[in-house]
């Protein structure tokens, strides 16, 4: 029986260190949120920090797409909403967005494509294999069905 599709939400004020002298956020501040929301994702579909230690298997980033679509700013209160997108063999996709709190307005869209890989010989892994099964709706068949 399918599952719900994992999603996350994480909260982030908009900190000095995110800003530069106009106090607009970086670009690469977004993807440190990013990151902390996209960990807690991972924990809840089986990847907790804890168990990759131990595992050795850690979901890598191979491709990332992000708009900028407006500009947070020094003291903003962020929501950052993630998503498990879709399932392919051996990779998967993630999706997130950052508005600010209470507000609506779009500021970032961003997608990413994970492997699980196997450290340290660095060695892609095969997506565990109730995921198919687990979210059906989000898994990629290929074109012979397979």
Not at 52 to 71: F, G, H, L, N, W
Not at 88 to 113: D, K, Y
């Amino acid at each position: 029986m399918p599952e719900e599709t994992p999603t996350i939400e994480t909260r982030e004020e908009v900190m000095f260190f995110d800003t530069d002298i106009g106090g607009v956020v970086h670009n690469i501040a977004y993807l440190r949120m990013i990151e902390t929301a996209r960990t807690r994702l991972a924990a809840k579909m089986g990847m907790n920090l804890r168990e990759m230690a131990v595992t050795q298997i850690y979901p890598v980033v191979v491709r990332t797409e992000i708009d900028y679509r407006k500009p947070a700013t020094l003291g903003d209160h962020l929501v950052i909403t993630g998503r498990l997108e879709r399932l392919e063999r051996v990779r998967f996709w993630v999706a997130f967005e950052v508005r600010r709190a209470g507000e609506e307005t779009l500021l970032i869209s961003c997608r990413q494509s994970l492997a699980l890989v196997q450290m340290p010989q660095g060695k892609p892994q095969r997506l565990p294999d109730d995921w198919p099964e687990k979210y059906a709706p989000l898994f990629l068949k290929r074109e012979d069905g397979k």
